[in-house]
């Protein structure tokens, strides 16, 4: 379809796009570019079925891919990781340097990240599901990368359970504490914390981004114009960052004052 054409145009295959952005941020870190590899006609095929809306596909995969890479530049930032870093750049040194992105054969039933001992190339499979929240996304990444390397896959065949992670932590819980996951069965491992703010290209448009109760409590004054409060700057700049990009002026309005679309 036209509208995807372009949006891979201007969302994927520009240099102005956050996918070649993050792209560019990772190469900076680890010396190597990690290349997204994707067919789109075939993910379209598969996937269009949950994307009545055409305009939503290409940013949702974009989002799914930004955060890939987000997670493993925060992975190779932090000084957690230095076995695991040392065994990357390893594979790195003889391999393709591919992240092929490709849709996920069943039982899997969210995005799911694998390492291909064989091609010595990164897999990202993408589900005939409805998106995930970003923070699910998140927590599902960091577990497997946590497993990429190991012969048998990140986690069990059928994901079971991973929805839950990215669960609230309890009532009583001390802020700043790590979460873990709640499943049917006893999970003592508490799961890696999402300690930064997502980037702008990892945010679904307001319609879906705001679903469902953000995990932020901020002042409100919605007046003309509307005020946002906020004691974290970041949290202000992102949200200013969101509001100009999705905002459209009003032509009718003689003020040409700005609307949320």
């Given at each position: ?18 996918v070649q952005a993050s792209i560019a ?99 990202l499979n993408v589900p005939k599901l ?132």
């Amino acid at each position: 379809p036209l509208k995807i054409c372009v949006d891979i145009r201007d969302l994927w295959e520009s240099s102005k796009s956050d996918v070649q952005a993050s792209i560019a941020s990772l190469e900076k870190t680890l010396g190597h570019r990690i290349e997204p590899i994707i067919q789109w006609p075939i993910l379209w095929n598969e996937l269009k079925d949950r994307y009545p809306d055409k305009a939503t596909f290409v940013p949702s995969i974009a989002r799914i891919v930004n955060a890939w890479y987000s997670r493993l530049l925060w992975r190779l930032d932090s000084d957690n990781f230095p076995e695991w870093t040392e065994e990357l750049l390893g594979h790195l040194s003889n391999g393709r340097k591919q992240l092929l992105i490709e849709p996920s054969p069943p039982p899997h039933s969210r995005p799911k990240i694998t390492w291909n001992f064989k091609t010595s190339s990164f897999y990202l499979n993408v589900p005939k599901l409805e998106p995930p929240r970003h923070s699910k996304v998140v927590a599902a990444f960091d577990q497997d990368f946590d497993n990429v390397f190991n012969q048998g896959g990140a986690s069990g065949p059928a994901d079971e359970g991973w929805d839950d992670l990215a669960a609230e932590p309890s009532r009583t819980g001390a802020p700043g504490e790590p979460r873990h996951a709640v499943t049917t069965h006893t999970v003592s491992e508490p799961l890696p914390v999402v300690d930064h703010l997502p980037g702008l290209g990892e945010l679904s448009c307001p319609n879906e981004h705001f679903a469902a109760t953000p995990p932020y409590i901020l002042t409100l004054d919605a007046g003309n114009p509307l005020v946002i409060r906020c004691s974290h700057d970041p949290t202000l700049e992102l949200i200013s960052s969101y509001f100009n990009r999705w905002g459209k002026q009003n032509t009718s309005d003689s003020l040409r004052v700005s609307r949320i679309i």
